[in-house]
């Protein structure tokens, strides 16, 4: 096996190993967090189920960004939802065995690059051209979308472009990846270069941005109900200190 196929047999396992660790200790943090106010975003459910309903609502259609600006719904929705049918699409690769027969008709899904290709460049566009949204951008910000759009524009290059790398090397290094059965991996520029970054993206998951994907779910503006007149809402750090100051 070459020097090439082994150090990106590492970076895999080394990127893997980071977001994994990186989200979980995030998640930790994020559910340790004390809420010590009710503060959901009117109007705001009254019950568990309405709270539920609210954020299915926010996950699967983005309804909070939909009033706040049309088009970055639009180029975010698209982006997204794109992103989720192309990770489906590419899930044959790294199944271990036979694939099923769901995933082998998922081929139509290639064309998701072309909306993720849209959205994201409207999402660049949006930070260079909207005074507000430039102003309070940052330098990552600009290169996490620059990454993004060279992963589509790369993925799109091989599918539809000729830039075809071997299929038999990428599905036995991809599938190789999971059951620990290394193979060489494929000399293609571009299958290289989609690879790689794809492996960076991986592994900056849990320090970037995109960190908004579990992180949604422990946002008391969304997973509150507005209840705050039937019921009082106090955090157990400050219960402790209410029952410490009494004692004393």
């Given at each position: 096996?070459?020097?090439?196929?082994?150090?990106?047999?590492?970076?895999?396992?080394?990127a893997?190993?980071?977001?994994?660790?990186?989200?979980?200790?995030?998640?930790?943090?994020?559910?340790?967090?004390?809420?010590?106010?009710?503060?959901?975003?009117?109007?705001?459910?009254?019950?568990?189920?309405?709270?539920?309903l609210?954020?299915?609502r926010?996950?699967?259609?983005?309804?909070s960004l939909?009033?706040?600006?049309?088009?970055?719904?639009?180029?975010?929705?698209?982006?997204?939802?794109?992103?989720?049918?192309?990770?489906?699409?590419?899930?044959?690769?790294?199944?271990?065995?036979?694939?099923p027969?769901?995933?082998r008709?998922?081929?139509?899904?290639?064309?998701?690059?072309?909306?993720?290709?849209?959205?994201?460049?409207?999402?660049?566009?949006?930070?260079?051209?909207?005074?507000?949204?430039?102003?309070?951008?940052?330098?990552?910000?600009?290169?996490l979308?620059?990454?993004?759009?060279?992963?589509?524009?790369?993925?799109?290059?091989?599918?539809?472009?000729?830039?075809?790398?071997?299929?038999?090397?990428?599905?036995s290094?991809?599938?190789?990846?999971?059951t620990?059965?290394?193979?060489e991996?494929?000399?293609?520029?571009?299958?290289?270069?989609?690879?790689?970054?794809?492996?960076?993206?991986?592994a900056?998951?849990?320090?970037?941005?995109?960190?908004?994907?579990?992180g949604?779910?422990?946002?008391?503006?969304?997973?509150?109900?507005?209840?705050?007149?039937?019921?009082?809402?106090?955090?157990?750090?400050?219960?402790?200190?209410?029952?410490?100051?009494?004692?004393?």
């Open positions: 096996m070459s020097l090439m196929s082994i150090l990106f047999i590492v970076f895999f396992y080394l893997v190993s980071l977001c994994l660790v990186g989200v979980t200790l995030k998640v930790i943090q994020y559910a340790s967090t004390p809420v010590p106010l009710k503060i959901p975003t009117a109007p705001a459910p009254l019950t568990k189920l309405g709270v539920i609210r954020m299915t926010e996950v699967l259609l983005f309804s939909f009033r706040a600006s049309k088009w970055t719904w639009l180029f975010g929705w698209l982006f997204h939802w794109a992103l989720v049918l192309l990770f489906i699409r590419h899930l044959p690769y790294f199944w271990p065995g036979e694939t027969e769901l995933l008709q998922a081929e139509p899904l290639k064309y998701a690059a072309f909306p993720l290709i849209f959205g994201l460049s409207g999402l660049l566009a949006r930070r260079f051209f909207v005074d507000r949204v430039r102003y309070i951008s940052s330098p990552s910000d600009y290169l979308l620059l990454l993004l759009i060279a992963i589509a524009v790369t993925g799109a290059l091989m599918t539809f472009a000729h830039f075809y790398p071997d299929m038999g090397m990428v599905y290094f991809t599938e190789g990846l999971i620990l059965d290394w193979s991996l494929p000399s293609e520029g571009v299958f290289m270069a989609h690879i790689f970054m794809v492996f960076i993206l991986i900056i998951f849990p320090i970037s941005k995109m960190l908004h994907a579990p949604v779910f422990f946002s008391p503006t969304l997973n509150q109900t507005d209840d705050a007149r039937k019921k009082r809402h106090i955090s157990d750090w400050a219960i402790d200190k209410e029952k410490n100051s009494k004692s004393g």
